[in-house]
């Protein structure tokens, strides 16, 4: 006979799974067991539990204590359990009333002396916790802040499994309520004055903020490749609150927030080093896969510095989450999805000697093309926008002349995005690069004598058909920064210059 039955959460990917604990204590020799599906950690957990119990005071009972999980078809793993189990026991074997966790998500792990520690994912297992009509939670206290962004659901926290049955019982112990939600400290981004020179770039990364393309630049070291790169999430606009929640979501998920900043509302910014493997960029691990650095870049800008020294098969991995916008990740436990709608940006030299203008390399021709080979034909094929950096040759003219701030071209960015957000509203799409081409080509048609280049690029097959598309998205851009309705011929060569220029 089951005698209690708590809640807690399970995680697949970034959604929650509500979680069924129930406790029944007799019917065999003394031992702990854990069904449904446990990992090595979920297993550990009678042991933990039952440390901690003993250490606050209470007995664990000289009996057969069997704890069922259910769905059991669903794999289940992490120490984020404890809590829940040790509540169901306490609550089969009568030491605290039942009554007080009826529609109560559990949550947190358990020191063998009694405390709570935080776990990862709070944020998204208490919104599948709501969304299951849950309405009530019992968290950590660490992870109150993170707790408190959702809404219509009553969050509590505590320090130590001791508070919580001392609340069960009724006494004079109140657990936390999470504060008022405390903004994140801004983020000092880097401005563009910073940029020496480089006309072409910089109105390379203002197009790609104001349409959310992806952006290849390359050219000789010491031009100013990286400084243009760092600068893109400073030209972005801050996420909105359901683009927050979901980008926190992820950083949840892979323990990467902080108590200080329980909420991303910028842009975030990814870029690892050129020895990553696939999993650290595209996802990855044992039983479920966790998100990578795609994920962790969703709505924000995912940026591979010295890109040609990256693994080929790194590169390739990202192809269809360019073209998709999400990751779907099969490992043995199941299959998961992870968001993953970030600009790219790629940073390369043209060869390995890298020496500041072209006429000074030694590579034979041979071993120019083997290293930008590596940026194969189909991933440079999902890139919107090519840019050759040319080398500074008048430092101080470029410094006399007053380059524009970020603040200045961030606000034409987001006019920009304004004009295509209106334009797109009713399907679904935030910016240009989002729109599917199909629909350029049919609802959003332009006139023929308006794309006959592109048309001519065509079929001479100087561009692909999903090149044709992309050079579609970036005209829209252009015409949004001109303030014009449409894009006209004009924006179309520009658009197609962007793709056609070489990068060696």
């Not at 006979?1 to 929650?16: H, I, Q, Y």
């Not at 992490?78 to 039942?98: Q, R």
């Not at 709570?116 to 849950?134: T, W």
Request: some cysteine.
């Amino acid at each position: 006979m089951v005698l209690a039955r708590v809640w807690s959460v399970a995680l697949a990917g970034v959604d929650g799974v509500p979680v069924e604990i129930e406790a029944d204590i007799g019917g065999g020799r003394p031992r702990t067991q854990i069904v449904g599906l446990p990992d090595a950690a979920l297993n550990e957990a009678k042991d933990r539990v039952r440390a901690a119990i003993r250490n606050s005071g209470l007995e664990w009972p000289d009996q057969l204590v069997t704890f069922a999980l259910s769905p059991a078809a669903l794999p289940k793993g992490g120490s984020g359990y404890d809590l829940a189990l040790s509540v169901a026991m306490l609550v089969a074997d009568h030491k605290i009333p039942g009554d007080a966790f009826a529609d109560t998500a559990l949550l947190g792990e358990l020191a063998l002396d009694g405390r709570l520690r935080a776990v990862k994912g709070v944020l998204p297992c208490l919104l599948a916790a709501r969304r299951a009509g849950l309405r009530r939670a019992v968290v950590p206290t660490p992870a109150l802040p993170e707790a408190s962004l959702v809404s219509d659901l009553e969050v509590l926290g505590a320090d130590t499994l001791t508070e919580v049955v001392a609340w069960a019982r009724g006494e004079q112990v109140e657990l936390r309520h999470p504060g008022p939600l405390v903004a994140s400290p801004p983020i000092d981004q880097p401005d563009l004055t910073d940029v020496v020179g480089q006309p072409e770039g910089r109105w390379a990364l203002e197009v790609a903020a104001a349409g959310g393309h992806h952006v290849l630049l390359a050219g000789p070291p010491g031009t100013g490749k990286t400084m243009l790169a760092r600068r893109l999430p400073g030209l972005l606009p801050v996420l909105s609150s359901d683009q927050a929640l979901e980008v926190t979501a992820i950083h949840s998920v892979a323990g990467s927030l902080t108590a200080d900043s329980p909420l991303v509302t910028a842009p975030p910014f990814f870029a690892p080093h050129h020895t990553a493997s696939i999993a650290a960029l595209v996802g990855g691990g044992l039983g479920i896969a966790k998100p990578g650095g795609i994920s962790k870049a969703h709505f924000g800008v995912l940026f591979l510095d010295e890109a040609a020294e990256f693994a080929s098969d790194r590169l390739e991995a990202l192809r269809t989450a360019l073209e998709e916008g999400e990751i779907r990740l099969a490992r043995r436990d199941g299959i998961v999805v992870y968001p993953a709608r970030f600009q790219l940006v790629l940073a390369t030299n043209l060869c390995p000697c890298a020496p500041p203008r072209d006429l000074d390399c030694v590579c034979p021709p041979q071993v120019r093309r083997r290293y930008i080979s590596r940026l194969s034909g189909p991933l440079l094929d999902r890139v919107d926008i090519r840019v050759r950096m040319r080398p500074v040759t008048a430092m101080s003219l470029s410094l006399d002349s007053a380059p524009e701030d970020t603040a200045t071209v961030r606000a034409r960015v987001g006019e920009a995005r304004a004009r295509a957000g209106r334009r797109w509203a009713a399907h679904g799409w935030r910016t240009n690069a989002e729109v599917p081409g199909p629909d350029l080509r049919r609802e959003f048609a332009l006139p023929k004598d308006v794309t006959a280049l592109l048309d001519r690029s065509l079929s001479t097959g100087a561009i692909t058909a999903r090149g044709a598309d992309r050079c579609l998205r970036v005209s829209w851009t252009l015409a949004d920064l001109a303030g014009a309705a449409e894009p006209s011929r004009d924006h179309v060569v520009a658009a197609l210059n962007f793709r056609e220029r070489k990068v060696a």
